[in-house]
C-alpha cells in the first residue's frame, strides 16, 4: 500500500485549520504528527479515516486494488469506541465481525496486550489504561495496512507502551503504515516528523533520527 497527500487544507466553523500539507508513506513508513493543541492534528486523521471532508487538496491511494482508503485502516482516536456494559473479548468480537479480515481472536490480542485476564469482564470495570488497551487490541483482530493513531500511549504505563512500540514495529515490518498524531516522543524508529504550525505555513516533513 501506497499514500500520498498533496496540498490538504481543512476548514472547521468558518475557520482555516491547517493547509499545504503534503507527505507521501510507502510499505514499512511512519509518519508522526505533531503540533500545539488546536493545531489540526486530530482533524488531519479525520480526513484520512473519512470522517471529514478536506477543503482542499488530495489524497491517492494505490497497491489495494479497488478498496477505499477507510476500508484500509484502523482508526484509533481519543475516545476508546467501547461499550462499557460488554466484556473487553466481545467489544474485540465485534470489531472483528464489523470489519472483516479477521487476523488474532480477541483473546489472542488481549493476551498481545498484557490483558488476556480481562476476557471475560465487562469494560466498565477496567481502568482508563485497561480500556487504552482494549482499543489498541482492535488492531490486531482484523488485518488493515494502515494504523491511524491519535494519541495512543494516552493513559499507558511504560510496559504498555512498550508492548505498543513492540506492535508498531511488527506492523511496519509486514509492510503496514502508521500515522500517529501526539504530543509525546514515540518508539517510531525512522518515522519522518509532520509538524503543523498553522494555517498560514506549509508543515515540512523531516526523517526522525532520534525519534525512539
Known amino acids: 500500500m501506497r499514500l500520498s497527500v498533496d496540498n ?18 510507502g510499505p514499512g513508513d511512519a509518519l508522526a504528527v505533531t503540533g500545539r493543541n488546536g493545531a489540526g492534528k486530530s482533524s488531519l486523521l479525520a480526513i484520512l479515516s473519512g470522517r471529514l471532508r478536506p477543503d482542499a487538496g488530495r489524497i491517492a491511494l494505490s497497491g489495494v486494488g479497488e478498496a477505499s482508503l477507510p476500508e484500509c485502516l484502523h ?3 481519543h475516545r ?15 470489531a472483528q465481525r464489523l470489519l472483516g479480515a479477521p487476523r488474532s481472536t480477541p483473546r489472542d490480542a ?3 496486550l498484557g490483558l488476556g485476564h480481562a476476557h471475560d469482564l465487562p469494560v466498565a470495570y477496567l481502568s482508563a489504561g485497561q480500556r487504552r488497551r482494549v482499543a489498541l ?26 508492548a505498543l512500540a ?5 506492523h ?8 500517529a498524531a501526539t504530543h509525546q516522543p514515540l518508539d517510531l524508529s525512522g518515522a519522518d516528523e509532520l509538524r503543523i504550525e498553522a494555517a498560514a505555513a506549509a508543515p515540512v516533513a523531516e526523517a526522525l533520527e532520534d525519534w525512539a
Open 8 to 25: 490538504l487544507a481543512c476548514r472547521r466553523a468558518g475557520r482555516r485549520i491547517f493547509s499545504n500539507v503534503a507527505f507521501a508513506l
Open 137 to 162: 487490541a482492535r488492531l490486531l483482530v482484523c488485518a488493515r495496512p494502515l494504523w491511524l493513531l491519535d494519541e495512543p500511549t494516552a493513559a499507558l504505563d511504560t510496559a504498555s507502551q512498550a
Open 75 to 77: 482508526a484509533v482516536g
Open 172 to 179: 511496519r515490518a509486514g509492510g503496514g503504515l502508521v500515522i
Open 80 to 94: 476508546d469506541g467501547l461499550k462499557a456494559s460488554l466484556t473487553a473479548g466481545e467489544n474485540l468480537l465485534f
Open 166 to 170: 513492540g506492535l508498531m514495529a511488527e
Open 110 to 112: 488481549l493476551g498481545r
